[in-house]
């Protein structure tokens, strides 16, 4: 299993621009998660999935878009990208919620908005 | 509310001596709790978690956390520290909705330095 992907590893992109953050696992697991990670404050989650074709905010949503058409994806998309915006993002999966289950995470994508 | 306060964000320590990364949960319920690592430019993975049997969790790479109720801590603790125990370190507690949604709260994190 190669568990849970993300592409692209790393992206530059211009104020303004958009892109689309792909997550993808294998696991056959009904919940995903994105993740921002910034220097000195842990990871805040951006928006999650319950399943597919369901989508929720999570603290920090503004200015993100997501979809999950298939169970084993969930894209993550900025429609017009901010110097705020420059983070490391992580995608996460599990199987089911309650609180004694881990989320498995992928490798990140470092993002840098000029 | 649920808050994770780690108590240091940066821990030096020399090659073969013992480790310690302290961490104060706040919950209103009996919570789960995790250790996270993360390497240089990797993802997290889990060190080993808390789910209200024993108190004293034993996790990966001879790390364990000990559950103090009392104290509301969930310290991590090593021996002996190797150089590649180097790596940045979260405590997470679990918080659970309603809808059967379970939240991750993350730690700032504490980094470790293992020097030789």
């Known amino acids: 299993n190669a568990g849970v992907t993300q592409t692209p590893k790393f992206r530059v992109l211009k104020t303004g621009q958009s892109m689309t953050l792909l997550c993808a696992q294998d696991?056959?697991?009904?919940?995903m998660y994105w993740y921002r990670q910034d220097p000195g404050m842990g990871l805040r989650l951006i928006h999650y999935?319950?399943?597919?074709?369901?989508?929720a905010k999570g603290e920090v949503p503004d200015g993100y878009n997501v979809s999950r058409l298939k169970k084993q994806n969930f894209l993550l998309g900025l429609e017009s990208a901010a110097p705020s915006q420059t983070s490391v993002y992580f995608c996460?999966?599990?199987?089911?919620?309650?609180?004694?289950?881990?989320?498995?995470f992928g490798p990140g994508t470092r993002l840098t908005v000029l | 509310a649920q808050s994770v306060t780690q108590l240091d964000s940066h821990v030096s320590v020399s090659e073969g001596t013992p480790v310690l990364l302290r961490c104060n949960y706040s919950?209103?319920?009996?919570?789960?709790l995790f250790w996270y690592v993360q390497h240089p430019n990797k993802g997290l993975q889990l060190l080993l978690k808390?789910?209200?049997?024993?108190?004293l969790v034993k996790g990966i790479n001879g790390f364990e956390a000990e559950f103090k109720k009392s104290e509301t801590s969930f310290h991590l603790t090593k021996p002996s520290a190797h150089m590649s125990d180097a790596a940045e370190y979260f405590c997470?507690?679990?918080?659970?909705?309603?809808?059967?949604?379970?939240?991750?709260?993350f730690g700032a994190g504490t980094r470790l330095a293992v020097h030789p």
């Open positions: 996460a999966s599990s199987p089911t919620s309650g609180g004694a289950l881990e989320q498995f």
């Open positions: 696991m056959n697991h009904e919940y």
């Open positions: 999935s319950v399943g597919e074709g369901t989508t």
């Open positions: 919950s209103s319920y009996s919570p789960s």
């Open positions: 808390y789910t209200s049997a024993a108190t």
């Open positions: 997470v507690v679990t918080l659970m909705f309603s809808g059967g949604y379970n939240k991750l709260i």
